[in-house]
């Protein structure tokens, strides 16, 4: 199935630490998503970007939409050990739907 | 944020068996549910989309015959796996979005952990 390229694949950060995250495709999407998933669970909602450019954030996390609609940034600023997880972007395949594919994951790993 | 269920969160289910999945919108109605895969340590491939009152529309690879749809209401879709063997065991989560509202966020249920032995 389709998916969308997400890097880095895993990361060990030191808590306090700055993270990065990107997600690019080679289409066009109208609107981007991030998500966490813990173990076993479904993923969480953390960011919802709807424009081109737009810079959006919620707490420590801040998500762009980039420029060229085929791709995406999530930034965590001074991790914690709870932001342990899988973080997946989400491309909305089918404007105006509920409709998405999920990047491959970035697997964060926090050391206190 | 809506609001998803799923139901069960665990199931165990023996080769040959039918097992079924049901996700539920709780605080808002949803024409439209999907439905998810996802194995150990990979991503979420989408399985199919439930439509409120008419067929799926499966994604390709997907057996319709294996799993069957069914959106008989505003709030509730089920996924069944008919005749299970253990490679259909996997995680599988739904997700939706309510109707009248101004974004498209997907919501996910908790998801479901199939093991059939």
């Known amino acids: 199935g389709q998916q969308l390229n997400q890097s880095p694949q895993s990361m060990f950060i030191q808590e306090g630490e700055d993270v990065s995250m990107n997600c690019t495709s080679s289409s066009i999407f109208n609107t981007w998503l991030w998500y966490k998933q813990d173990p076993g669970e479904g993923p969480v909602l953390l960011i919802a970007?709807?424009?081109?450019?737009e810079l959006t954030s919620n707490g420590r996390l801040t998500a762009q939409f980039g420029i060229t609609r085929k791709d995406s940034f999530l930034n965590i600023s001074a991790s914690i050990p709870s932001d342990v997880g899988i973080y997946f972007c989400a491309g909305q395949l089918t404007s105006g739907t509920y409709k998405y594919i999920f990047g491959t994951g970035t697997r964060l790993k926090v050391l206190a | 944020g809506a609001v998803v269920s799923q139901h069960p969160s665990r199931v165990i289910c023996k080769s040959g068996t039918s097992v079924k999945i049901e996700c539920r919108s709780l605080?808002?109605?949803?024409?439209?549910m999907f439905w998810y895969r996802q194995f150990p340590k990979k991503s979420l491939m989408l399985m199919a989309t439930?439509?409120?009152?008419?067929?799926?529309?499966?994604e390709q690879g997907v057996e319709k015959d294996k799993f069957l749809i069914n959106h008989a209401s505003l709030t509730l879709s089920t996924l069944t796996v008919t005749s299970a063997h253990p490679e259909d065991s996997s995680f599988y989560i739904c997700?939706?979005?309510?109707?009248?509202?101004?974004?498209?966020?997907?919501?996910f249920g908790q998801g479901t952990r199939l093991t059939v032995v």
């Open positions: 439930s439509n409120e009152g008419s067929k799926a529309t499966y």
């Open positions: 970007l709807y424009k081109a450019g």
């Open positions: 997700s939706a979005g309510g109707t009248g509202r101004v974004g498209t966020e997907a919501f």
């Open positions: 605080d808002f109605q949803a024409t439209t």
